[in-house]
């Protein structure tokens, strides 16, 4: 059931940025996407406060990004206030107290788990016809991903913001060792090969020729498998598929003193590559690097890993849904997106403008291989999952750990998630 609030019952205590007061009134003028069109002849659009809760606050700092300056620039009469999630602040707490949101920043994976259990759930349908709104701008698998989140098919949400993938590797470590520099369009087996002829010792240090954040890497595969049956409620890890992405991924952690250490290690230069949305571009200045295409999979070649992105969707609280989908409209724009690309965030757009855009106001990003972040399309969404079936939280680093071969795994994790699926099934029951 669809949340429907008037009056937000209590006010939150929030960034000292945000203007005090519980939100604005009045209903701004409709017409053309993004313009500031003035009702009754040219009358002053009303004042409008609008609340952002930005349910993923590691991934987009929105003050520091100047997104709320943005937003009052492009609107005057609207103020986006924000507050962000953590303890205190989740979504239990502002729905109890009857807080009135009206856009929520969150991963596009968890439409169905935070927005649409939750009641917050907004079809935008309406606010796309409303609006002349073009839905053709977004990346396709980026939008098919956010429509597959749900049994229906629906749009909740807009895709933000989104993760971008790349093979990062430290130019030092390959001239150290007389290794040639990863390039686009590389095989996994090619790169595992690079990987075995950089792990090593030398004057004491080891060093290690690849590593990523395995559950990154089997949630996003490029096979598009979800790890839990569209239609039952029940695994679906036991297969030919899950086999040739475990296999594919845990040889690398059997090379001889190479193992999957954090990606936050690759700052300090003993690590040759690593596969992440570039945590090694915090490095100092003194580590040369580059990035290169994700690793290629023959059995689905040319084909990226599945978005990872994070959405802006409208809140069924809101009083003001046409003033918030305008913001969101706002944010998602090729003229916005640019802005945000400049400063290394990974954009959900089609547009190869907005993607040459990436990373240039930052030193760190000048001169490096930014393309190969979009070298390939992203891989088609999972199916939809019935929405009456349980949801269950999936740890693939256990996968890499276990010394039993593959087919003893994926036989033991299925029983393994069937149990948690039985047991959160439980507890839902006695609610």
Known sequence: MTIKWGK???????????????GGSGDG??????????PNGGEALKPVTLTLYNAQPGAVDFEKMGILEAVKKKFPHITLQLFKREKGMEYTDWITAQTAVDI????????????????????????????NFKLDTFEPNVLAHAMSTNSEGKLYGLPFTMNRYGLFYNKNLFDRFGAAYPKDGLTWDEVYDLAKRLTRTDAGTTYYGFTAVPNNIMLNNQLSLSPLDPKEDKAAMNTDGWKLLLNNLRRFGEIPNNKFVPVTESVKGTVAMVLDSGAVSQAGSDLDWDVASVP??????KTGFKPASLSLFLSSTSQHKDEAFRVMAFLVSSEFQAKLTRQAVGTPLADPEVRKAFGQDLPQWKGK?????????????????????TNVGVNFTKLLESPDDTNTI?????????????AEKAKLQAK
């Open 8 to 22: 937000p019952a209590v006010c939150l205590l929030v960034s000292a940025t945000i203007v005090s007061g519980c």
């Open 296 to 301: 290629e999979l023959p059995q689905k070649p």
């Open 104 to 131: 929520i920043y969150d991963s596009t994976a968890f439409t169905v788990s935070s927005i649409k259990q939750n009641g917050l759930h907004v079809d935008l349908q309406e606010q796309i016809k409303l609006h």
């Open 29 to 38: 003028g409709k017409g053309e996407l993004g313009g500031q069109v003035q």
């Open 410 to 422: 994926l036989r033991n994790f299925d029983e393994e998630i069937n149990k948690a699926i039985q």
């Open 369 to 389: 291989n930014v393309q190969a972040l979009y070298y390939y399309p992203d891989a088609p969404a999972f199916p939809p999952r019935a929405e009456q079936l």
